[in-house]
């Protein structure tokens, strides 16, 4: 158990739709990044938030967007749900400046 | 971020040490190595990470060379759990971490 938890689990939902997947990071942890995971993809960046702020954005999509709370927990948000959405997302925290990156254990979106 | 190259796929023995390339050639004074594996659609699994010594842990070990463009991830005995696919990154403390496809380690009985 790498103390980052993730849900939900499972997501299915409909085109056109909008999900919120909330991401808890370990305790003491400030940095919080969000990764997609397509079948044909390997694991990409999306968004990096440290205390509240964002820090570092990779390929996010302009129909994704992502906050981080001041109890540090973070949600990320998809609208306009497409077939291509389905993915696995993964939250990862570490600590300030910190050398390990902990990672839940993701979120399976399926979009029909 | 530096690029690694890694092998795309790895057979080894259970029991025996599996040793894991990776090249970083373009690494800076400031970057870290390192290594990371995923378990079938797990969430990627810390191992290992160093700067320039030697390091080793209740998993593996990770063997810099001296000019650190590259590096190897030891696994001391292999079991079957261990097949994964193992990502080697090179980073900055604090930043992203940056996957490339990784080598697909398999071990067989």
């Known amino acids: 158990d790498s103390g980052v938890t993730q849900t939900p689990k499972h997501l299915i939902t409909a085109t056109g739709q909008r999900v919120t997947l909330r991401c808890s990071p370990r305790?003491?942890?400030?940095?919080v990044y969000w990764y997609q995971q397509s079948l044909d993809q390997g694991l990409q960046f999306l968004i990096q938030y440290y205390n509240g702020e964002e820090r570092a954005k990779g390929n996010i999509l302009e129909r994704f967007s992502a906050q981080q709370f001041p109890d540090l927990h973070s949600e990320l948000n998809l609208s306009s749900l497409e077939l291509g959405d389905s993915a696995l997302y993964f939250c990862?925290?570490?600590?300030?400046?910190?050398?390990?990156?902990?990672f839940g254990q993701g979120t399976r979106l399926t979009v029909v | 971020d530096a690029k690694t190259t890694q092998p795309t796929s790895m057979d080894c023995a259970e029991g025996r040490a599996a040793n894991l390339p990776c090249n970083h050639s373009?690494?800076?004074?400031?970057?870290?190595v390192y290594w990371y594996r995923q378990i079938h659609s797990q969430g990627p699994q810390y191992i290992i990470h160093?700067?320039?010594n030697n390091e080793t842990n209740e998993m593996a070990s990770l063997i810099i060379t001296e000019d650190r463009k590259s590096s190897t991830l030891i696994l001391p005995h292999a079991t079957l759990r261990d097949t994964a696919v193992y990502y080697c990154?090179?980073?900055?403390?604090?930043?992203?971490?940056?996957f490339g496809a990784g080598t697909i380690l398999r071990v067989k009985s």
């Open positions: 373009t690494i800076s004074g400031n970057e870290y």
């Open positions: 305790s003491g942890d400030l940095s």
């Open positions: 160093g700067l320039k």
């Open positions: 990862a925290s570490s600590v300030e400046r910190g050398a390990e990156a902990f």
């Open positions: 990154i090179v980073r900055v403390y604090g930043n992203k971490l940056v």
